[in-house]
């Protein structure tokens, strides 16, 4: 919102220049404490007012509005703003009316102090940039003091006689500063820019943290002096490792710490926006936010607010209905807006969601033929999923008109390339009628990546953790049975799935290992903007946490690294883009998902949607767990489970477990294990992810079997109770205690 | 004594015609890069190689906490890889430049040359070498070819398009295997 103020307002100079005073571009502290309060105060009153619009009769709110004011108005008059003062004082005034009961809470008094809020920002920002508050030319001020002496009513006489002389001053003043000043005002007008940028680059730290910091950084550097002087033989080295390590990580958990920022300073400025945008449009719409505390790294933050901008634009002008036809649908007249923000699986995600009419996919698609994005054939055969994803493509936009808010073609391909831009990605839902969600999904960082380093054709790579679906080990030996061809094209078969497989030695034009030496082949599942592919790499080194570096513009032209990384034994990685090397490779999203159609098994896949583990742990039983109820798999060594009060436990990372045996495994595998064999365990580590790990529990199985889709059977006579699931047209029993609950979360879905 | 000090009088007189440089060795000709355009003589290292990079790249380095994109002035001259280690330079960076890396053989040393000595490229130079190369001084040892590294920079370089012609291979990795 501060943004667009300033392109307001450099419109406005362009016009009638402004009086440049001696003392330009010297703001002492003083003033930028004043102006960064301010600042803060008026977004709070933004907040505020169109909250108030809402809720007329809140007090609170508009006591918090006439706060910020207040405050303007008394700090100003310290600091010898005059225009400001009396731009404040008039709105005081009015605020101070509204309080008092006074006057009632229209449409037109909220527009009024808006204006007035963009008003003192206008000025707030001149003063940053010159240090004064200048005196413009044909000021505005005057009319927008008369206005909200206007929404004032009766007290219109007492205020506009002064206010008269006040316009006469100025335009004189006006006069004389335009005439002399029209020479230097050009000149100015390229450091005002810069300065306003610069502005935006400052960012406010709570003292602890930096405290913290600093201690932590004092820490590292007696670190290093230790080390420096017991050098690398000493014994104590180890240990003066592992301090290094935990001092590394502190700080930089705490530089992390202080780079976040609550998403809710981005929402901040959404009401405004929608209320200005409904307005145009003619929308009824309200806006609710949910999750503005969940932080999100600065840069990142910046990153997505102008995709976040357009989605919300999008869902106001395309999304929600007129209020009539909102009317006729049976929807309440007022349209919502619910902006969410929350973390999943090490990544932010922000969600965009509208109750309008969801996204005719017959228009996309004859949008999509008439732009000639796709062939008539292409889209009579797509799903309503795949036809979905056409409004990412570029040049895309289904609005009949083109208005002032949207419909000019770019659109949510930019949204998407900005996403994808800071490691993150884009998902859309809509059901007709019902409203659309867009999803987007941004790391939390952009600095520091999880990823898995390999080696292919003798030189390590680094791909990032987010993309990373599986790994699969090809034993050479086995190389030939599973790797199945279709012309010259190699696919692996995963779990009945044709998966491409894409070398990267190969595409990549480096020496390949002979297949002599070659112990094998990892395949990397990776997913990215919606293509799934087995990356063959020759070896796997270590999982690590990867600083990313950039690369110059001639090798970012290359179009396959998103940037390199310094490993831990110094050598450096190239980071690779996995998007883009699926497209250099000519793995396609969409026949991708045709294929996967062509097996029969994705229809399956979206209409249940549960995955099982499916392991065996009585005799000649399947029985079957959802995956996402377990955590891991683990090989435990038979002697570290121990027994308290005849249950089996077993301590696990700090944590007791109780271990289901239902199968009588470990009574069989003791009696082996005095036969004296080693044995090994497998357990499978369950936890229920919604109640927050709190049902934490071993499982002792025979063997796990596969990882598959299923559908659960409706019980009846037949199942005697029993939750039974069909898994691959087998009859699988799945396990009471986690089983019931996942079929209750099936329930609810279906 | 007394020739050291006229020796000293001739030097100030020249002063502004002097230039330093900083002599390099690739295959067998010396070339010379003025130090005022030189960051750091970074010795030998190991080069990261980028695939797909055009053949002008010799890889990247670390730098102080940054990638550094590195041009092998060897391929830039068409002739065959180096098999020792190669000597990284760090080129200065101007306002607007990139920073960059040059890879040459060998890094000899500075020499202080009159600008007189330098004779424009000859007219019969062909047109890559005409582009690299800045004139050459006329030393005692033979020919000292001077560089001009803002010419040098790898993306001034895949602008001009007169060595685009080859790449890090992998260029025929294409979906149709």
Known sequence: MRLSGAEGDSKWWDAHGYRSLPDIGFVDELTKEFIAESQEGLDRMERCLTELEMRPDDSGLLGEIFRAVH????????????????????????????????????????????????????????????????????????????????????????????????????????????????????????????????????????????????????????????????????????????????????????????RMQPVGNLFGKFPRMVRDLARTCGREVRVEFSGQETGLDKSLLEAIKDPLTHAVRNA??????????????????????????????????????????????????????????????????????????????????????????????????????????????????????????????????????????????????????????????????????????????????????????????????????????????????????????????????????????????????????????????????????????????????????????????????????????????????????PLDVVERIESVPLGQIEYAGGRPLLQYRGELLPLRDEGNVLGEMDAAHQAGDEAMVTVLICGDASVGGAQRGGMVVRQVLDVSTGTLLDRDEATQGMELALVKEKLTQVHREFGVKAKAAWQEVA | MKIAGREHVDEIQEEDDAVSLCSLYAGNEMFGIDTRKIREVLGERDLQRVPMSPAFIAGVVPYRGEVLTTVNLRALLGLEAYAGKCCVLVMADDEAAERFGLVVDAVGGVVTVSRRVLENNPCTLEARAKWLFDGAYKMDAGLMVQLDPKKLSPSRLSEVGLFKNSSNGGLDASPDR
């Open chain 1, 71 to 258: 405050t303007i108005k008394g700090t100003t008059g310290f600091l010898g703003f005059d225009r400001l003062e009396k731009l404040a004082h008039a709105g005081e005034h009015l605020l101070g009316s509204l309080r008092d009961g006074k006057l009632e809470v229209t449409s037109d008094l909220i527009s009024g102090l808006l204006r007035l809020m963009d008003g003192l920002r206008g000025i707030l920002v001149l003063i940053e940039e010159t240090g004064s508050e200048g005196t413009r030319a044909g000021d505005e001020d005057g009319e927008l003091i008369a206005e909200l002496a206007m929404l004032n009513g009766h007290e219109l006489s007492e205020i506009e006689a002064p206010q008269i002389a006040l316009v006469e001053t100025t335009k004189v003043e006006g006069g004389v500063t335009a005439a002399a000043s029209s020479g230097s005002s050009p000149a100015l007008q390229p450091t005002v820019v810069s300065e306003k940028a610069s502005a935006d680059k400052t960012l406010r730290i709570d003292v602890d943290v930096l405290n913290r910091m600093m201690n932590l950084v004092g820490e590292l550097v007696l670190t290093r002096n230790q080390m420096l002087q017991s050098g690398m033989e000493a014994a104590n080295f180890p240990e003066l490792a592992r301090r290094l390590d935990s001092v590394t990580a502190d700080l930089r958990e705490t530089v992390m710490q202080a």
């Open chain 1, 316 to 625: 106001v002008d395309h999304g929600i209905e007129s209020p009539a036809d909102r009317v006729l649908a049976g929807k309440s007249a007022e349209g919502c807006l619910r902006l969410k923000a929350f973390h999943q699986s090490g990544s932010v995600v922000i969600e965009i969601e509208d109750d309008g009419a969801g996204i005719p996919i017959e228009r996309v698609l004859q949008k999509a033929i008439e732009r000639n994005l796709v062939t008539a054939e292409d889209a009579a055969g797509m799903s309503e999923r795949e036809a979905l994803q056409l409004i990412f493509l570029p040049g895309f936009s289904t609005a009949a008109a083109v208005t002032t808010v949207s419909g000019r073609g770019v659109g949510m391909d930019v949204v998407r390339a900005n996403v994808e831009k800071v490691g993150g990605s884009v998902e859309v839902e809509s059901r007709r009628g019902m409203g659309t969600t867009l999803r987007l999904r941004v790391p939390l960082t952009l600095a520091i990546v999880p990823s898995l380093v390999v080696k292919s054709g003798g030189q390590a790579f680094a791909l990032p953790q987010s993309t990373l679906v599986e790994l699969v080990d090809i034993p050479q030996r086995e190389f030939a049975q599973v790797v199945q061809r279709i012309g010259s094209s190699e696919l692996y078969r995963l779990r009945e799935r044709l998966l491409p497989m894409v070398w990267l030695d190969r595409l990549l034009g480096l020496e390949a290992d002979s297949p002599e030496q070659s112990k094998g082949h990892y395949l990397a599942v990776l997913e990215a903007e919606g293509c799934r592919y087995g990356l063959v790499v020759d070896d796997l080194m270590s999982p690590e946490e990867i600083v990313v570096k950039p690369l110059s513009p001639v090798l970012r032209e290359i179009g396959l690294f998103s940037g390199a990384t310094v490993l831990g034994n110094g050598t450096l990685a190239l980071i690779l883009d996995i998007g883009a090397t699926a497209a250099r490779a000519g793995v396609k999203p969409i026949e991708e998902e045709v294929g996967e159609i062509g097996t029969g098994e994705a229809g399956v896949h979206e209409a249940s949607g549960i995955s099982f583990l499916i392991f065996e742990d009585r005799l000649r039983e399947r029985t079957a767990l």
